[in-house]
């Protein structure tokens, strides 16, 4: 463990941090900060307007490719994630986190628009695109592909699959002492039902269960916000103040530096929106749609609910009620913050439900990046194999200890990105001519 952890640090190190952050922000220079010239057209393309345009190729209409991205994305980071950055950084952290989901709506849609512009259909007819293919077609260099492909497939086993397995029976038991290997039986059928359909199937299943989710999380937050609104402000200063000045330690809270504030921002935030790892381009190459800017304005809205919307809920819930200096983290904190304010234990209960349904899309949809990552290696016959394996990996990890798990998921999270963001860079004005044949081509959205 103690080597593992070194080896963490130094894939999660300066040098990676700078280079997500520093992606997102050249991106957003080079589109001439189109995430926020075209954010709330984007939201309606998103979540309003459900026109499908034509007989297009792909398997999935945009809301759906962009219901299970966020299945993916939006998971344990919206909770613990959030959480432990405040914990550590202070509530500076929140401010940067929020200025990686801003450049970050940047790499998204850049991810989105080489997915969809070199995706190709496999040999079961479906699509198939991320960074694996654009890495491979745009740069021309197929063993960096595999790279990011292994350590996607890694990955998804990980972030995807046991540690959200894991944190679902964990919240059960706690919440409704229901055995872990209960939890683990129930998710396995729950999970083979949905995966065995392919992407139609979790893209249904991500449409059903997303929306709700998230309005249940954001509506029992909105009430903690309503019962403590005359901190509101004071919550806002905290996080403007101490994102450029250091706080003292109060109460359970041992204090924090700007670096650190900066770090756990920054950290936390594209952990939590996974902007610049490469996952989520998988989905958007399966949506419908002949134009790839088209689906890349409809990804990017992922980022902003994911990090500017969900998390920002979560942290100003925990610094509103003072949660924040109680010296708890993780789960714990957002529980604790939750149970401040709501009667009996519905805090505890009405947080457990959100880590619970959270983590089950999370499973839903990293299945898919991991099915793809696995089909990039060695071809279509892999698939039922995969589906197979997905769904008992399910179960180990409901009852399994995964320290070592945890520590290696966060290696290969890095690892992936690194393939990815060179392609990005790489492609960038690929990125920009395309971005500007569909801006002179349409006069809107």
Request: net charge positive; aromatic share 12%.
């Given at each position: 463990?103690?080597?593992l952890?070194q080896?963490r640090?130094?894939?999660?190190?300066a040098p990676?941090i700078?280079?997500?952050?520093?992606?997102?922000?050249?991106?957003?220079?080079?589109l001439?900060?189109?995430?926020f010239?075209?954010?709330f057209s984007?939201?309606?393309?998103?979540?309003?307007?459900?026109k499908?345009y034509g007989a297009?190729?792909?398997?999935i209409s945009?809301f759906q490719?962009l219901?299970?991205?966020?299945a993916a994305?939006?998971?344990?980071?919206?909770?613990?994630?959030?959480?432990s950055?405040?914990?550590i950084?202070g509530p500076g952290a929140?401010?940067?986190m929020?200025?990686t989901?801003?450049?970050?709506?940047?790499?998204?849609?850049?991810?989105a628009?080489?997915?969809?512009k070199?995706r190709?259909v496999?040999?079961?007819?479906?699509?198939?695109?991320?960074?694996m293919y654009?890495?491979?077609k745009?740069?021309?260099?197929?063993?960096l592909?595999?790279?990011f492909a292994f350590?996607a497939?890694?990955a998804?086993?990980?972030t995807?699959?046991?540690?959200?397995?894991?944190?679902?029976?964990e919240a059960?038991k706690?919440t409704?002492?229901?055995?872990?290997?209960?939890t683990?039986i129930v998710l396995?059928?729950?999970?083979?039902?949905v995966?065995?359909?392919?992407?139609?199937?979790i893209?249904?299943?991500?449409s059903?269960i997303?929306?709700?989710m998230?309005?249940?999380y954001?509506?029992a937050?909105?009430?903690?916000?309503?019962?403590?609104?005359?901190n509101?402000i004071h919550?806002f200063e905290?996080i403007?103040?101490?994102?450029f000045?250091?706080i003292a330690?109060a109460g359970g809270?041992?204090?924090?530096?700007?670096?650190?504030?900066?770090?756990?921002?920054?950290?936390?935030g594209?952990?939590s929106?996974?902007?610049?790892?490469?996952s989520?381009?998988?989905a958007a190459?399966a949506a419908?749609?002949?134009e790839p800017?088209r689906q890349a304005?409809?990804?990017?809205?992922q980022?902003?609910?994911?990090?500017?919307?969900?998390c920002?809920?979560?942290?100003?819930?925990i610094l509103v009620?003072g949660?924040?200096?109680s010296g708890?983290?993780a789960a714990a904190?957002t529980?604790h913050a939750?149970s401040?304010s709501?009667p009996g234990?519905?805090g505890?209960?009405?947080?457990?439900?959100?880590?619970?349904?959270?983590?089950?899309s999370t499973i839903?949809g990293?299945?898919?990046y991991?099915e793809?990552?696995?089909?990039y290696i060695a071809?279509?016959?892999?698939?039922?194999?995969?589906?197979?394996l997905w769904v008992i990996?399910?179960?180990?990890?409901?009852?399994?200890?995964l320290?070592?798990?945890w520590?290696l998921?966060?290696?290969m999270?890095g690892l992936?990105?690194?393939?990815?963001?060179?392609a990005l860079?790489?492609?960038s004005?690929?990125?920009?001519?395309?971005?500007?044949?569909?801006?002179?081509k349409?006069?809107s959205?």
């Amino acid at each position: 463990m103690e080597y593992l952890n070194q080896i963490r640090n130094f894939v999660w190190g300066a040098p990676l941090i700078i280079l997500l952050l520093g992606t997102g922000i050249y991106l957003t220079i080079l589109l001439k900060g189109l995430q926020f010239r075209t954010l709330f057209s984007s939201l309606y393309l998103a979540l309003m307007k459900r026109k499908e345009y034509g007989a297009h190729p792909g398997d999935i209409s945009h809301f759906q490719a962009l219901m299970t991205a966020l299945a993916a994305t939006v998971g344990t980071g919206n909770i613990a994630g959030v959480a432990s950055a405040i914990a550590i950084g202070g509530p500076g952290a929140m401010f940067w986190m929020w200025l990686t989901g801003l450049f970050g709506m940047a790499t998204k849609y850049s991810e989105a628009v080489l997915a969809v512009k070199y995706r190709e259909v496999d040999a079961l007819g479906t699509m198939s695109g991320g960074p694996m293919y654009y890495i491979e077609k745009g740069l021309k260099n197929r063993w960096l592909a595999i790279l990011f492909a292994f350590f996607a497939a890694c990955a998804a086993f990980g972030t995807g699959n046991m540690i959200q397995s894991n944190s679902v029976a964990e919240a059960m038991k706690a919440t409704f002492n229901i055995d872990h290997w209960i939890t683990g039986i129930v998710l396995f059928i729950l999970t083979f039902l949905v995966i065995m359909g392919g992407i139609k199937s979790i893209a249904r299943a991500a449409s059903a269960i997303v929306p709700v989710m998230i309005l249940f999380y954001m509506i029992a937050g909105t009430i903690v916000l309503i019962i403590y609104h005359e901190n509101i402000i004071h919550s806002f200063e905290l996080i403007f103040i101490h994102a450029f000045t250091p706080i003292a330690a109060a109460g359970g809270f041992a204090g924090a530096t700007i670096k650190m504030a900066m770090q756990m921002g920054v950290s936390r935030g594209l952990l939590s929106n996974e902007s610049g790892l490469g996952s989520s381009p998988i989905a958007a190459a399966a949506a419908k749609t002949d134009e790839p800017v088209r689906q890349a304005l409809v990804s990017m809205t992922q980022t902003f609910i994911d990090t500017i919307v969900v998390c920002t809920f979560t942290g100003l819930v925990i610094l509103v009620t003072g949660a924040w200096e109680s010296g708890k983290t993780a789960a714990a904190l957002t529980q604790h913050a939750f149970s401040l304010s709501l009667p009996g234990s519905w805090g505890g209960i009405i947080v457990s439900l959100s880590l619970i349904f959270f983590a089950y899309s999370t499973i839903l949809g990293w299945a898919y990046y991991g099915e793809k990552s696995v089909e990039y290696i060695a071809g279509e016959k892999a698939v039922k194999p995969y589906r197979l394996l997905w769904v008992i990996v399910v179960f180990i990890g409901a009852i399994g200890k995964l320290e070592i798990v945890w520590t290696l998921t966060d290696i290969m999270n890095g690892l992936m990105a690194f393939p990815n963001l060179i392609a990005l860079l790489g492609l960038s004005f690929v990125i920009k001519n395309e971005t500007n044949l569909f801006f002179k081509k349409h006069n809107s959205i």
